[in-house]
């Protein structure tokens, strides 16, 4: 059962650092593209990071760069989302999800994504 498990989440201040973790089961890891996503109340779903397969440089959406790192840990089945100077407009559910034919679109969104975690809330007070 192909599954993904995001941890880590909760409530921070402003300014503040959070560390998310996604544990990915059920499928070969490696040869996955992989990242995470965020959707706040009332919004879109927006791309924050994606490890395409093959690359080990990550994307970051522009509202978090500079801010947050993705690592991944092929090892460990893994990645994580270290997210610092948080900002209440961070505030969101924030979803891992992976695929194995995965395109980065012109608008900054991923295609081709296969499977999605529940997600784990992110909230950050002003």
């Known amino acids: 059962e192909v599954q993904l498990v995001e941890s880590g989440g909760g409530l921070v201040q402003a300014g503040g650092s959070l560390r998310l973790s996604c544990t990915a089961s059920?499928?070969?890891?490696?040869?996955?593209?992989i990242g995470w996503f965020r959707q706040a109340s009332g919004k879109e779903r927006e791309g924050v990071s994606c490890?395409?397969?093959?690359?080990?440089?990550?994307y970051y959406g522009d509202s978090v760069k500079g801010r947050f790192t993705a690592y991944r840990d092929n090892a460990k089945n893994t990645i994580y989302l270290q997210m610092s100077t948080l900002k209440p407009e961070d505030t969101a559910v924030y979803y891992c999800?992976?695929?194995?034919?995965?395109?980065?679109?012109?608008?900054?969104?991923?295609?081709?994504?296969?499977?999605w975690g529940k997600g784990t809330l992110v909230n950050v007070s002003s």
């Open positions: 999800a992976a695929g194995r034919d995965v395109r980065r679109a012109s608008d900054g969104d991923y295609r081709g994504m296969e499977c």
């Open positions: 490890f395409m397969s093959g690359d080990p440089d990550p």
């Open positions: 059920g499928f070969t890891f490696a040869d996955y593209a």
